[in-house]
């Protein structure tokens, strides 16, 4: 089945300590994008990239870095530099870059930082 | 500014009985307004598209509408199994600079009760 896999589901780090979130899809998919979502607040983007090798920051990238090598894969890091990392991370992609696609998104990462 | 209000934030019902839950949006160059639904702890589920003003969708107990200010979205003769938060998403494209974002709202939590 076709369809957007993050892990792990929970991940717990010390503060000051770097953290990867990783993003697959196999949907072919050209399109895919980090979100974070806390409690009360709309879906904020982080980064999205539109193609292989290409990205662009978002509303909140401050504290956060994206690579994107292949098409399938989009992993987030959280750095040290985020004041506050602890959060639900969403993970979507959609077709090519245009906007009228919908999104499809992962089961998403609870990420918490003490 | 750009922005999405859905409202209420949270809805009960009891089984049956019909309601509609509302996005309002003041977004210049929408390209798409698109709602998901979204279960405790998971990422959120595609459920419509609306790209003009006066088109509707409809998917079981389900049904969008959309005019120049805001969507609805009608849940008719609700189930148990309808209960969790609905987003409401809207993708505008900058005019001048081509790039684009999707922007959220903060949800309507529902709960069906039997």
């Known amino acids: 089945d076709g369809g957007i896999t993050q892990s792990p589901k929970y991940l717990f780090r010390k503060e000051g300590q770097n953290v990867t979130l990783s993003c697959e899809q196999n949907?072919?998919?050209?399109?895919m994008y980090w979100y974070r979502q806390d409690p009360g607040q709309g879906l904020r983007l982080i980064y999205y990239?539109?193609?292989?090798?290409?990205?662009q920051k978002g509303d909140i990238a401050e504290g956060y870095s994206v690579s994107r090598e292949k098409k399938e894969s989009f992993p987030l890091t959280v750095t040290s530099a985020q004041k506050n990392p602890t959060a639900f991370y969403l993970c979507?992609?959609?077709?090519?870059?245009?906007?009228?696609?919908?999104?499809?998104f992962g089961p998403g990462t609870r990420l918490t930082v003490t | 500014e750009d922005q999405v209000t859905q409202s209420p934030e949270a809805l009960r019902l009891q089984e049956g009985e019909s309601s509609s839950l509302n996005c309002s949006y003041t977004?210049?160059?929408?390209?798409?307004l698109f709602w998901y639904r979204q279960d405790p702890g998971k990422g959120p589920e595609f459920l419509f598209t609306?790209?003009?003003a006066g088109e509707e969708k409809e998917k079981e107990r389900l049904k969008a509408t959309l005019t120049k200010k805001e969507s609805f979205l009608h849940i008719t003769a609700p189930k148990p199994e309808d209960s969790a938060t609905y987003l409401c998403?809207?993708?505008?494209?900058?005019?001048?600079?081509?790039?684009?974002?999707?922007?959220f709202g903060t949800g309507t939590r529902l709960k069906v009760l039997a």
């Open positions: 979507a992609s959609s077709i090519s870059g245009r906007p009228s696609y919908e999104q499809y």
């Open positions: 949907l072919n998919h050209d399109a």
């Open positions: 990239s539109q193609i292989v090798n290409d990205f």
């Open positions: 977004v210049s160059g929408l390209r798409g």
């Open positions: 609306l790209y003009s």
């Open positions: 998403a809207v993708h505008k494209t900058h005019p001048s600079s081509g790039t684009y974002k999707y922007i």
